[in-house]
């Protein structure tokens, strides 16, 4: 299922906080939305959730107008996967992905076997089995995450929309949750996140839309964005990109420890 937005803008009172953004995302596709702190990514992540209406512009979902849809008719198309989630109460592994099905049960109705069912499958999906009855308040950071995640998908939405996913993780959980995320969109799943990370959107992603002042730099495959000169507009840091392993990954390196370095 596909995402379009054509010459999205908003504004917050008379403050604007987006201008004019058209993207397209494909079915199967990883976008990674990069920029830096208040450039407006989480204002343009509730534009397309619905969860802010007064924009001005279209959002369509496979060709449907997203104000068209209910908040449980939203539900069966996108799934939004927060940064973090701290419930009050100490719930179970399996009960957090379980909570996943609410938008397809009635007020009184409990999950069913299909619905217990369809969470071990989630669980299997994104490689945790074996915390289904863990304690979600005892995982770790990566842990949790992708605990979001399998919520997500027994929602069964095929848009996948990320906000900041790697944000406070160490590195290696960091690695374990785009590695999950990015193999779901070989079952056909669109993928959407927000990131800081230019290094990151390079490696995972299929294509990346830099967003600056609540403006798109510009959008395109990786190899087209993450350059040494999108890299100073963007964040206002001279970098030198360098290539590896025959340009597969891209690194910035700050040129001032570049140039030390060629000094010795």
């Not at 906000?163 to 079952?187: I, M, Y």
Request: charged residues 15%; neutral net charge; hydrophobic residues 40%.
């Amino acid at each position: 299922m596909s995402i379009e937005v054509s010459h999205l803008s908003f504004s917050y009172g008379q403050r604007q906080v987006l201008h004019d953004i058209s993207f397209q995302v494909r079915q199967g596709e990883f976008l990674s939305i990069l920029g830096p702190n208040g450039v407006g990514k989480s204002t343009l992540f509730r534009c397309v959730l619905g969860l802010l209406s007064g924009y001005t512009g279209q959002v369509l979902i496979h060709g449907t107008d997203a104000r068209s849809f209910s908040v449980r008719e939203a539900a069966k198309h996108i799934a939004y996967i927060p940064q973090s989630s701290r419930p009050i109460f100490n719930y179970s592994v399996s009960n957090i992905v379980l909570m996943g099905r609410s938008g397809s049960l009635s007020t009184f109705q409990t999950p069913s076997k299909a619905d217990e069912e369809r969470c071990a499958w989630a669980l299997e999906k994104v490689g945790i089995p074996h915390l289904a009855r863990r304690c979600y308040h005892r995982l770790s950071g990566g842990e949790q995450q992708l605990v979001l995640i399998a919520r997500a998908l027994v929602q069964d939405a095929p848009i996948l929309m990320l906000d900041e996913p790697t944000a406070n993780l160490d590195f290696g959980n960091q690695l374990l949750v785009l590695e999950q995320a990015k193999s779901l969109t070989r079952d056909g799943y669109t993928v959407i996140q927000t990131t800081h990370h230019p290094e990151q959107s390079y490696l995972f992603s299929d294509r990346i839309l830099a967003l600056q002042n609540g403006r798109i730099l510009t959008q395109g495959a990786p190899s087209q964005v993450l350059t040494e000169q999108t890299m100073a507009q963007l964040y206002g840091a001279a970098v030198t990109v360098v290539s590896l392993y025959q340009d597969k990954v891209r690194v910035c390196v700050p040129k001032h420890i570049t140039i030390q370095e060629e000094a010795k």
